[in-house]
């Protein structure tokens, strides 16, 4: 292990490619969750309607239709048959997360992302323990939960606490005490468990995952021989369990980050002095 | 090999423990969960459902809370629930009477904003929506009842004369007016409340219910004889005897007993 072990993640490839080239996918995803919200608020805020409606359910441009296809899937348990616009709407949306990597929604249109993330950071400046860290996988049971209650109680059961549509909702068509849940949140990630809501909890970001256990776009580690072991991409992962498998793998394994854990987010990449990492598509090609 | 053996049992009894760990969290956490989903289900008596949202249970299988319909609301009629501060399952769709009521739209925009079938599309006469069900709650208030002709419910109801009529009685206080008394009829109001907000009172006496508090249901068992009879056009039991009624009042022989009673007024020159 070298000395830069020990310097703030991400100072070598500052140094070696320029602040702009180690933040390049990092300022293109908050552009990217600026640009999903102005979608939505440009309408109420400035009367230009671009999309209406929610992350739940939205009409673009008078006449695509999406829906979030775990509320549609709830619904569904829940004993409700939709109207073909919303079916149509979640089949739309499962196809592009089937293609582009299901969490590349946590990374890139969530809005709860940028309050886990900063909660994250802060977590990290001021050096806190990692706190609580349940199983990646009980993300997974509570989605199992979520549906099942669904089915129980004939309603559609996460949307009664979901806080990442409640915060969309909120930001879109008013608060209420959104923002205290908001706010539980983010103490939860700092002071309860790092990286708690989004790596470990969060039954939606589970969903995604499934859905994108097939995709297409995929991070990869093709220059892994050059890897130095500076752990700057562990440090920065919000799901390092992932990275491992592609970056450690004996030769002739495959070099993609395979898991569906990982959001896409193209962190790793930006962070890497030796531009180990790189998007590709196709998921059997390096 | 024993040393493995260990190992495994330990790594097994691990699983376990972590599965059972996490199946208890789940149940917790469902349990929570439940709670609050059916704890949604309580809907304030003054939170009205837009047109064609189907009855709540359903409403809260199939309203993903897009808002879609609220967009669609040309009057600003239809507000989402907000966490914490509104009654009605957060997100979801309502709108208060007296506050903003439903103006009907002809081609319901709402119904057709909503990509779910919690309003369901097969409403197309808005005439023939059941938002709720508009009830005059405090007739010693409203001012029809005290023998004033306010008639503001009745004159904007979108459906007049047939959801409202006004129903004339003598009026026993001065003795020599009448009572013209707004009395709805569930069967023709839409409950799109327009009566409610219209109401001059600081408080309106007149209010739109959800149609579960608004009706009664009649027994199985209670059968309306004399509409059977009419429709039969004939008596329902065979031979028998119909006496002549005796009821009370002038020009009657009833006016005093046997089996009659007095009048509590008497017109001056009328009857006998
Ligand atoms: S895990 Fe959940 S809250 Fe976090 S970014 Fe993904 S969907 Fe949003
Ligand atoms: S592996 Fe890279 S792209 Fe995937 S979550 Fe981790 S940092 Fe983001
Ligand atoms: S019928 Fe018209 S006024 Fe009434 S809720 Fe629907 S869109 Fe609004
Ligand atoms: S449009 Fe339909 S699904 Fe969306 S909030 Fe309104 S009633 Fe619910
Ligand atoms: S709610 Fe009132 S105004 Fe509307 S239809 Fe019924 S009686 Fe008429």
């Avoid at chain 1, 993330?117 to 609580?132: I, N």
């Avoid at chain 2, 003598?170 to 109401?199: D, I, L, M, Y």
Wanted: glycine share 10%; aromatic share 8%.
């Amino acid at each position: 292990m070298s000395a830069r072990t020990h310097s703030p993640a991400g100072a070598e490839a500052r140094e070696t490619k320029g602040w702009l080239s180690a933040h390049r996918y990092l300022l293109l995803r908050r552009a990217s969750q600026l640009f999903f919200l102005a979608l939505f608020l440009s309408g109420p805020w400035f009367g230009l309607w671009i999309t209406q409606g929610t992350l739940a359910g939205s009409l673009t441009l008078n006449i695509l239709p999406l829906t979030d296809p775990f509320v549609a899937a709830q619904s569904l348990v829940a004993g409700h048959w939709p109207e073909l616009t919303a079916l149509i709407g979640a089949g739309i949306v499962l196809a592009a997360y089937a293609l582009l990597g299901g969490r590349s929604y946590c990374a890139w249109v969530c809005p709860i992302n940028p309050v886990t993330d900063g909660a994250f950071w802060l977590h990290k400046r001021l050096g806190l323990p990692k706190g609580w860290q349940p199983r990646r996988g009980t993300r997974l049971w509570l989605l199992g939960a979520a549906l099942v209650v669904s089915g129980l109680t004939g309603t559609i059961a996460w949307e009664a606490v979901n806080p990442v549509t409640m915060l969309h909702r909120g930001l879109i068509f008013g608060m209420g005490f959104v923002w205290a849940l908001v706010l539980l949140i983010f103490v939860f990630d700092l002071v309860v468990a790092r990286r708690g809501w989004c790596g470990h909890l969060c039954p939606v970001g589970a969903f995604y995952g499934l859905v994108g256990t097939k995709s297409v776009l995929r991070v990869s580690a093709p220059a892994r021989a050059a890897c130095d072991d500076c752990m700057d991409c562990y440090h920065v992962c919000p799901e390092n369990q992932v990275i491992s498998p592609a970056l450690k793998g004996k030769p002739g394994t495959s070099p993609l980050v395979l898991s569906p854990d990982c959001t896409n987010c193209g962190r790793c990449i930006d962070v890497c002095a030796m531009d180990v990492f790189k998007f590709t598509l196709g998921s059997t090609t390096p | 090999m024993p040393m493995l053996d260990t190992l495994r049992s330990a790594s097994r009894r691990r699983f376990l423990t972590d599965t059972a760990r996490a199946a208890g969290g789940c149940v917790l956490a469902g349990s929570a969960l439940a709670y609050l989903a059916r704890d949604a289900r309580a809907l304030p008596a003054d939170a009205i459902r837009p047109p064609g949202a189907l009855d709540e249970d359903a409403f809260l299988s199939a309203c993903i809370r897009c808002g879609l319909c609220m967009r669609g609301c040309p009057y600003d009629t239809l507000k989402l629930a907000e966490l914490g501060i509104d009654g009605a399952a957060t997100g979801t769709p309502y709108f208060t009477a007296r506050d903003v009521p439903c103006e009907m739209c002809e081609d319901i925009p709402c119904v057709a904003a909503c990509p779910t079938g919690a309003l369901d599309a097969s409403l197309e006469d808005i005439d023939d929506a059941q938002m709720g069900v508009a009830v005059l709650v405090d007739q010693e208030n409203c001012l029809n009842f005290l023998g004033l002709r306010c008639d503001v419910c009745y004159r904007v109801c979108p459906v007049i004369d047939e959801a409202i009529t006004l129903k004339a009685s003598h009026n026993s206080r001065s003795g020599h007016h009448a009572t013209f008394a707004p009395t709805v009829h569930a069967e023709h109001c839409t409950g799109c409340g327009k009566c409610e907000h219209s109401c001059v009172l600081p408080e309106a006496a007149i209010k739109v219910l959800p149609v579960r508090l608004a009706r009664a249901e009649t027994a199985d068992h209670y059968r309306r004889g004399w509409e059977e009879k009419d429709a039969r056009g004939a008596p329902l039991v065979e031979g028998v005897i119909d006496l002549p009624d005796r009821l009370p009042g002038p020009g009657t022989d009833n006016l005093v007993a046997p089996g009659g009673f007095e009048p509590a007024f008497r017109l001056d020159g009328a009857g006998q």
